[in-house]
């Protein structure tokens, strides 16, 4: 049977689209029963969290607090004394008033102003601004600039730059650029660059560069355009001449000339009984000789210069027809030339010294050469070598005997 239509349909469905309509804007949620239609609308903005809060400092470790010095009054606004005496600062003509300018400054134990533009006597001097002219005492110190003379008995201390000459008994000390001389009897200490001449009698320090000389009784340190004279040099680079006992230098340009001399780059040439750059290196060397049978050394070689120290063993003839054994030590200094791929040319001079059972060591026993070399290098370390000279033995105590003979001599270096 036909079911019979529903004459009311068409008008709940409009009444249900409508109550839909009016829930959808109320913000109510959808029946259960009806599926939510897809949506087209575009999606909703991520939410950006809120930045976290700055860290609360601690107590224990507040954070520094950097307070800028004012600068300085200039010379013009402070109290002008021509002249300025005192006994032990305030007790002075210029009794509250410590930043005066004057141009003679005369004190029996401390001296205490602003501005120099003259003369400071006394046992101790302290200018609190700048200084042009001469202190002259036992110590002084300047906070600023300073421009003349500083000669004391014990220490001097300018605070800013130095144009002139500061001379000390014991320590001499400049926080900024140097110009001129800064000698003392101890210690000399620039912490700027230093334009002239830093001398010290037993240490002279540049934290700068030294364009001119640094000499030292003991040990400079110090980066030097010029030379370094010491008996212990440390430089991170020198452009010129070091020349001491023990010279180390990380980089130089120039010329190197001591006993001990290392490099860790070398531009020019290292000249010493030990030097040890990093072009060249040390090499183990075996040779024999007519004048002395086995040998075995150790060779400093540079650029081109180079040393060996060595000991031997020799078997030498007596007057009477027997032989003797001898052992020797020996020094060598040379010069070695590259002509051609892996072939080179060198020529030195060296001294050995024999030992031999009842000779004593106040009698002259040594023996002199003069060789020329030839080598070729067939690996790094696989350089074998001929060559030949001259060599002149000294025998004797009070009468001197010289015999002369020919030197041939063969040898590998490693």
């Given at each position: 049977m036909t079911p019979r239509p529903d004459p009311n349909a068409p008008a709940r469905r409009t009444l249900a689209a409508a109550a839909a309509l009016a829930l959808g804007l109320l913000g109510a949620p959808a029946a259960a029963d009806e599926p939510e239609p897809a949506s087209t609308s575009t999606p909703a903005p991520v939410a950006i969290p809120a930045p976290a809060p700055a860290p609360i400092p601690d107590p224990e470790y507040p954070p520094p607090v950097v307070v800028e010095e004012p600068p300085p009054p200039a010379p013009e606004t402070v109290p002008y004394r021509p002249v300025n005496f005192g006994f032990l600062y305030p007790m002075s003509t210029n009794i509250g008033a410590?930043?005066?300018?004057?141009?003679?400054?005369?004190?029996?134990?401390?001296?205490?102003?602003?501005?120099?533009?003259?003369?400071?006597?006394?046992?101790?001097?302290?200018?609190?601004?700048?200084?042009?002219?001469?202190?002259?005492?036992?110590?002084?110190?300047?906070?600023?600039?300073?421009?003349?003379?500083?000669?004391?008995?014990?220490f001097s201390i300018a605070r800013g730059d130095f144009a002139g000459a500061q001379i000390a008994g014991l320590m001499g000390w400049t926080s900024g650029r140097m110009t001129g001389l800064a000698f003392a009897g101890m210690a000399s200490y620039v912490y700027a660059d230093v334009d002239g001449v830093l001398a010290g009698g037993l240490v002279s320090v540049a934290r700068g560069k030294v364009r001119g000389l640094q000499i030292?009784?003991?040990?400079?340190?110090?980066?030097?355009?010029?030379?370094?004279?010491?008996?212990?040099?440390v430089s991170a680079e020198v452009r010129g001449v070091q020349i001491g006992l023990i010279n180390v230098a990380r980089r130089i340009k120039g010329v190197q000339v001591g006993v001990l001399n290392v490099t860790d780059k070398l531009e020019g040439e290292s000249l010493g009984l030990?030097?040890?750059p990093r072009r060249g290196g040390v090499h183990p060397v075996i040779w024999g000789s007519n004048s002395i049978f086995a040998n075995l050394g150790v060779k400093f070689a540079s650029a081109y210069a180079y040393s060996i120290l060595g000991i031997g063993l020799h078997n030498r003839p007596l007057p009477e027809g027997k032989r003797q054994a001898a052992f020797t030590a020996g020094l060598t200094l040379g010069a070695r030339v590259p002509i051609a791929e892996g072939f080179a040319l060198a020529g030195d001079l060296g001294g050995n010294r024999l030992f031999a059972e009842g000779v004593p060591l106040t009698t002259h026993d040594e023996l002199y050469k003069a060789r020329v070399l030839f080598s070729f290098e067939i690996a790094k370390r696989l350089v074998p070598f001929v060559g030949g000279g001259v060599a002149m033995a000294v025998q004797g105590s009070d009468t001197l005997r010289f015999s002369i003979l020919p030197e041939g001599t063969a040898g590998i270096e490693l």
């Open positions: 410590p930043d005066i300018f004057t141009h003679f400054d005369l004190a029996l134990v401390l001296g205490r102003i602003g501005y120099l533009g003259g003369l400071q006597i006394g046992p101790v001097g302290w200018v609190g601004y700048d200084m042009r002219g001469a202190q002259i005492g036992l110590a002084h110190v300047v906070d600023g600039r300073a421009e003349g003379l500083e000669i004391d008995g014990i030292a009784g003991g040990t400079n340190i110090g980066r030097v355009d010029g030379l370094q004279l010491g008996i212990v040099n030990v030097p040890i």
